[in-house]
């Protein structure tokens, strides 16, 4: 794992999560690149469990619904806890919720600016409605229900913490998929020749403009194929509306 250079500035961040199932949360966390960030000092992440601010000799965290329905929902008074303790003025809070604004790479690295994220993470049924006042943004990961925000939330830890300078080799997040509003290119590795399929000659041909040039061709072309949206309102150079009208009079899949 790469250090920061030394005239890069290191950035860190703080993350609180508050949930009810702490354990949902450790093993991802300590693993692989995120547990390596928070290593090398560049992240640190704790884990509140709810019920500490709980209600009564059984810390109560929720309660039926006014006016009848099925499950349980959040209290809002344990949540005001927890909030009241962990926030700073420099926090920024956040629900995860599947009403909340969609995620994308875009809010990930407006979140990694952030020296102090808190996570809460409901449960159940879903929550008082006057907990959305507590929080300062509410993000979803997608247009479906999870059983809870826990897994939520480490799709967005994941996706912030692994920009932070230092944390990964750069060029692996400058070149990767959304990074500038594309899908990645195709890539390959040995070996050459897999059950009939080879790699593209270009790739070995030592001609770094042709391989750059072939990288984002197939980087339209992939985006083109699979997610058109991204390319409805983006504003292109002139290298990359030729590249498109090379593909779109082509068509068919790369060779």
Known sequence: MPSPKADQPTMTIEIDIVTLFPAMLAGPLSDSIPGRIQEQGLATVRVHDLRTWGLG?????????????????????????????LRRPDSLVILLDPAGEVFDQARAVELALHAHLILVCPRYEGIDERIRGMVDLELSIGDFVLTGGELAALVVIDALIRLLPGAIDDDSTTEESFADGLLEYPQYTRPAIFEGRGVPAILSSGDHAAVRRWRRREALRRTLERRPDLLADRVLGPEDRTLLGELESEGGPAE
């Open 57 to 85: 000799r059984h810390r109560s965290v929720d309660d039926t619904p006014y006016g009848g329905g099925p499950g349980m929902i959040f209290r809002p008074e344990p949540v005001a806890a927890a909030l009241a303790e």
